[in-house]
């Protein structure tokens, strides 16, 4: 079977493992794992699930949904302050990435991505084919600017920011996103999948920029991963050369009528964004406190980043994951040497978790 060459090489996403096979292979029970390791939300969006429950009696499954997705794009566009024109429904940011990589990446062309970040911005540049240029962010994790500039090429056509970064959990200037793309003169893509949760946005860019365009979603601060409801934000013209390549049906008409029920109302969503902020502060003051056995780093999203001091990242991930907590481990990506990601949690989880960390990150 010959399939294409850039397959021939081609390093995956790495798919989080289902959680019954973690709980078969710790010897416990799949309720008893806690999920630290996928940024999800802790709290279930129960408003817009009542009122699928309302909706459902009398919703047509068995017709595809309106491919135009007007509605939701509708409530979109209230909830951004854009127009629909501005708005490209997707499902979840992953297909926005694809979409805009497909938009501009041909065969050996080029993105420039700050590092480490998110993986699938250079997983979808390659499979156009493209090559990625990596610039190294600073010590605090913050944008190389002038690296990012400087590695703009005759055959760059992208720059991915994302912001808040994952997995540093740090935000960015906009006036420095303004200046990459006002310099660069590249599509800039600023993936903004955790805007909830620091409330900093360059989505007004598009109003004065027609290269660039913002990704978001509802899976993070609207606690809607499940559903898989993302958007694009640009400006009318990348908006047309976008839809001319997106799927006409790749939300669920379930998706639809959830997301629209949650854009309808966002009072719920801004409790549980209240609430994970309110954790993330709590429980990154409570690693601080474990300053003999490791290092945390500030975040505005809902997750923290920490580096341990002395103890090794894969064993203290191991240890944790007899106890039914799973973290991410990311000491293999570039300036996370022994670094382990964690969720943020409810007060219970955060205190559980604090308590076998220290336990678990001694020698």
């Given at each position: 079977m010959k399939t294409r060459r850039v397959l021939e090489d081609f390093e995956p996403y790495s798919w989080e493992t289902p959680t019954h096979e973690i709980a078969a292979a710790v010897g416990l029970r799949p309720d008893q794992i806690v999920r630290l390791d996928t940024n999800t939300s802790q709290y279930r969006p129960l408003a817009a699930m009542k009122e699928l429950e309302k909706v459902l009696p009398a919703a047509r499954l068995n017709d595809y949904p309106d491919t135009s997705y007007r509605r939701l794009a509708e409530g979109l566009a209230r909830y951004t302050g854009k127009k629909t024109g501005n708005l490209v429904v997707t499902n979840g940011t992953d297909e926005g990435l694809d979409l805009v990589t497909k938009a501009f990446i041909d065969r050996g062309e080029e993105a420039v991505i700050p590092t480490p970040t998110y993986a699938m911005y250079g997983i979808d540049t390659q499979l156009m084919g493209?090559?990625?240029?990596?610039?190294?962010?600073t010590a605090d994790f913050g944008l190389d600017v002038d690296g990012i500039l400087g590695s703009v090429g005759p055959k760059t056509k992208l720059v991915f920011l994302c912001n808040p970064n994952n997995p540093t959990g740090n935000s960015s200037p906009v006036a420095e996103v303004e200046r990459i793309v006002k310099e660069s003169e590249v599509g800039v893509v600023v993936d903004e999948a955790y805007f909830e949760l620091c409330g900093k946005s360059a989505v007004d860019l598009i109003d004065r920029y027609d290269n660039v365009v913002v990704c978001r979603t509802l899976s993070k601060g609207f606690s809607m991963a499940g559903v898989r409801v993302g958007y694009l934000v640009g400006n009318e013209e990348m908006v047309q050369e976008l839809n001319k390549i997106r799927m006409p049906n790749s939300l669920s008409m379930l998706s639809i009528i959830?997301?629209?029920?949650?854009?309808?109302?966002?009072?719920?969503m801004q409790r549980h964004v209240r609430a994970t902020v309110r954790d993330r502060e709590s429980l990154y003051g409570g690693l601080l406190e474990l300053e003999e056995l490791l290092t945390p780093y500030p975040?505005?999203?809902?997750?923290?980043?920490?580096r341990l001091r002395s103890a090794r990242a894969d064993v203290v991930h191991r240890r944790l994951l007899k106890t039914g907590l799973v973290l991410r481990n990311v000491g293999h990506l570039p300036g996370l040497k022994n670094c382990l990601r964690t969720t943020v949690g409810t007060p219970r989880i955060n205190r559980r978790l604090l308590a076998e960390l220290a336990g678990a990150a001694k020698n």
């Open positions: 493209g090559r990625i240029k990596t610039v190294p962010r959830l997301a629209e029920a949650a854009l309808a109302d966002t009072t719920e975040s505005e999203a809902n997750f923290i980043l920490f």
